[in-house]
């Protein structure tokens, strides 16, 4: 583990077009200023993101230095990944085969690979639901913790520009991937490329669009900027885009896919690191969600067409 945190400002980039649709700087709408962070939302597409923002060196330096650990973010906890894996009781051991299943009906069994596996707890659970999984992520340390933990072995580098062969798989899965991003439609672009014809690509990331985005959001500007911190908690460092379920259905839709599945869940609270009364509110405010189907997670299953 490297113990080196440094100040991130050096490692910003500045976007002088939406991530999304393009649109210049004078169409953006600030709505949260951090200081150094700032998020807008584009006029033209409603796309969120982060201006300035960690681009892809800035994010490879930011993992490099184990920042999850640091002060960077302090409410962020890691699984217990080895615990889980072998219990397939567990709640998210049962979300990812769930997953699994519901598209083993579309496109059988086959060849998959995660993108950011981590620490390879899905990777793990895909392969003992039968499937051919690889995975690759640019972060040494949990490939290492991989290893150690699930005894997996995955690829080291950018998937970007990875050299996988092309019309190979039958799923791509993104968890908490996209969210990190400089060009959502790079990644996106080369989830088709490497997809055989119907195969399927999953991307799970937080929802903008949830209950307690938006209640961050008004306690931020009914108080003018004064009551930051729920609507911070909600946009960090390492994030620099955020989807909902109507900008991630257009990115798909514009590299091709048909979004066929799409649902918001509750962020698993063994993740977060908070006092219990946050954690309760968070709780409460998913329930309430939940009918409107705007929890504080989203995912969607779309389809390369054939
Ligand atoms: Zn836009």
Redo the contacts with the bound molecule.
Sequence with gaps: MNPRKEPLAPLLERRSA??????GVS?WRLLCDFGAMKIFA??????IFMNPFLGKEGMKEFFSQSAVEAKEIPHFKRHDVAAIAQNPGDKLYRRYAACLRRIEELTGKGRLLDVGCGEGLFLYVAAKEGWKAEGIDFSSSDLERARKNLGLEAREGDFEKADFPESNFNLITLWDVLEHAADPHAVIEKCRKLLIPGGVALIACPNEGSFLTIIAGWLYSLSFGIIKFPSRLLHVIDHPLYFDKDTLKKLLREHGFEPFYLETYETDDRNINLPLFVKVFIKVLNILAKPFDMQNRIMVIAKKPC
């Design positions: 939406c991530p999304l649709c393009g649109a169409l584009c006029g033209t597409c409603r796309m």
